[in-house]
């Protein structure tokens, strides 16, 4: 199975600031099947970030995707305070469907 | 828009069944394909299997001995089974509904929506 690995494990930023959270695969994720959710505490998973940079449903711009292959990253532009959160990636290249360990975003 | 909701009991003793029911609301259960996905703190997300309502499943290898997902159509649910379960299948478990591709054979997906998740406990 694909394993993904995220970094950092927690980032410490403030408000306005420019986040950028990283997943790296253990095998190369073809067609870029490669999805971000957004997890808060109590909630469950949103989906974010579909296709490595395909924006879901009534996400604001200032989330993006990209990347290919095995490494893949999740930009925020300018963080609100809403974003403060955990995110994961999961692949869905190939079943079993795996996902990263987290990276947790707080408010610095 | 379409709603998940997972139920079922809390807490189930070792060794024994854990079983779950997610009932879909505001679209057709035949209409996509459905999994369940759990979060424990020391496995983070775990993929389960999923269920098309024609009956096709396909589950994760690590789990596959022990699982059963089926459909029932007519009421709009799909339904997780789990067998001897142990203290590590403690989680929340999440019913989530299939975005992408899928064929008879294999799925290219992720996942909205997410249910709100019901947490099972292992305990005696």
């Known amino acids: 199975e694909i394993v993904l690995t995220q970094s950092p494990g927690t980032l410490s930023l403030s408000p306005g600031e420019r986040a950028t959270l990283s997943c790296r695969a253990s095998?190369?994720?073809?067609?870029?099947?490669l999805a971000w959710y957004q997890q808060k505490p109590g909630q469950a998973p949103r989906l974010l970030i579909y296709?490595?940079?395909s924006r879901a449903t009534g996400i604001p711009d200032r989330f993006s995707g990209g990347g290919s292959g095995a490494d893949f990253t999740l930009t925020i532009s300018r963080l609100e305070p809403e974003d403060f959160a955990v995110y994961f990636c999961?692949?869905?290249?190939?079943?079993?469907?795996?996902f990263g360990q987290g990276t947790r975003l707080e408010i610095k | 828009q379409v709603q998940l909701q997972e139920s079922g009991p809390g807490l189930v003793k070792p060794s024994e069944t854990l079983s779950l029911t997610c009932t879909v609301s505001?679209?057709?259960?035949?209409?996509?394909?459905w999994s369940w996905i759990r979060q424990s703190p020391g496995k983070g997300l775990e993929w389960i299997g999923y269920?098309?309502?024609?009956?096709?499943?396909n589950y994760n290898p690590s789990l596959k001995s022990r699982v059963t997902i089926s459909v029932d159509t007519s009421k709009n649910q799909f339904s997780l089974k789990l067998t001897s379960v142990t203290a590590a299948d403690t989680a929340i478990y999440y019913c989530?509904?299939?975005?992408?591709?899928?064929?008879?054979?294999?799925?290219?997906?992720?996942?909205?929506?997410w249910g709100q998740g019901t947490l099972v406990t292992v305990s005696s």
């Open positions: 999961q692949q869905y290249d190939s079943s079993p469907y795996t």
């Open positions: 095998q190369s994720v073809s067609r870029s099947y």
């Open positions: 505001g679209g057709s259960i035949t209409s996509y394909y």
């Open positions: 296709g490595a940079s």
């Open positions: 269920i098309y309502y024609s009956g096709n499943t």
């Open positions: 989530v509904r299939h975005l992408g591709y899928c064929s008879s054979t294999s799925c290219s997906s992720w996942f909205a929506p």
